[in-house]
């Protein structure tokens, strides 16, 4: 396994890993450097059949996003990525995010290996919306009320819809300060990702789009195609600063109009907790599925 350190430096190589192997929403180049917060370190473990991309942050390892190799080499990966890991005692534990499929081998390979699966920290659910049957009008008994509140959120208000790149950094910013201080619920918001990627110009995404509303930037939706995927996008940003009624409704409902009219015919609108995946079903997707946060530990 070689260890490759400077993520910016080997941008090109992760790339190619990321296109050779990638099929996670979350394999995209940008979206791991924005994970980078102040203080950690990024990394590439690259295998010939695979890679895993990580981070260390003092005495803890965090895998990224799934692991970047075929199926039946994932857990072979793992095994090194952890070997490695936990040569160095200072490591106190391993923290992991998997597929429930993935997940349950692991915990399979778990039991006969020097190690531990921790009980699982918390669970996501992201939805996979079918945007051929993505109606843009909403027609129909079952969008009646969804459509009452998007026609009052224009009725009542003057929109305008401008690439985020065009916006004032410092504009956007305070949508993300508004959008972490009003989140409810039990709901994990990991506001620094954000920030990176305002700071990146959002270096990465396909798309990214700001509602103004009433003259003030209201919201921000962006996100890019999933590799390998045909035909299928993740929409990794979705945030608005709750200033009026209806705002996240509104602006769900155009991202989902707007992707298809791009053509896509998947959307996957990313993981949450159960306050947020409440939010989200508001749009009938087609299913969902979940990943699971979790710490692996020397036994």
Not at 53 to 60: G, H
Not at 134 to 150: H, M, N, S, T
Request: net charge negative; glycine share 6%; with cysteine.
């Amino acid at each position: 396994m070689e260890i490759i350190k400077d993520s910016v430096e080997n941008q090109p190589l992760i790339e190619s890993e990321i296109k050779k192997y990638g099929y996670a929403p979350e394999h995209n180049f940008f979206c791991f450097k924005d994970d980078q917060g102040e203080g950690t370190q990024n990394f590439l473990f690259k295998t010939d059949n695979g890679s895993i991309l990580a981070r260390q942050e003092d005495e803890i390892w965090y895998l990224f996003s799934e692991i970047l190799a075929p199926s039946p080499a994932r857990i072979k990966i793992l095994s090194e990525f952890l070997t490695h890991c936990f040569n160095n005692k200072k490591t106190d534990r391993v923290s992991v995010e998997f597929e429930t499929d993935f997940y349950h081998e692991v915990l399979k390979f778990l039991k006969l290996s020097p190690w531990r699966a921790c009980t699982v920290n918390y669970s996501l659910t992201w939805p996979i919306f079918d945007l051929a049957k993505w109606d843009p009008e909403l027609k129909g008994g079952e969008w009646k009320k969804l459509r009452y509140q998007i026609g009052l959120f224009y009725r009542q208000h003057k929109v305008e819809i401008v690439d985020a790149r065009n916006c004032k950094p410092d504009d956007l910013k305070k949508i993300v300060e508004a959008w972490r201080k009003k989140r409810q619920g039990g709901d994990r918001s990991y506001d620094y990702h954000y920030l990176n990627l305002i700071d990146n110009n959002f270096a990465g995404v396909n798309f990214c789009r700001v509602f103004i509303v009433d003259g003030v930037p209201s919201t921000i939706t962006a996100g890019w195609e999933i590799p390998n995927q045909p035909g299928s996008y993740y929409s990794s940003v979705g945030l608005h600063d709750y200033s009026c009624d209806y705002l996240g409704e509104a602006a769900n409902v155009d991202d989902l109009s707007f992707l298809k009219k791009q053509g896509y015919q998947w959307a996957d609108f990313g993981g949450g907790e159960d306050e947020l995946t409440g939010f989200k079903k508001k749009f009938h997707p087609c299913r969902t599925y979940d990943t699971h946060v979790f710490s692996i530990k020397r036994r």
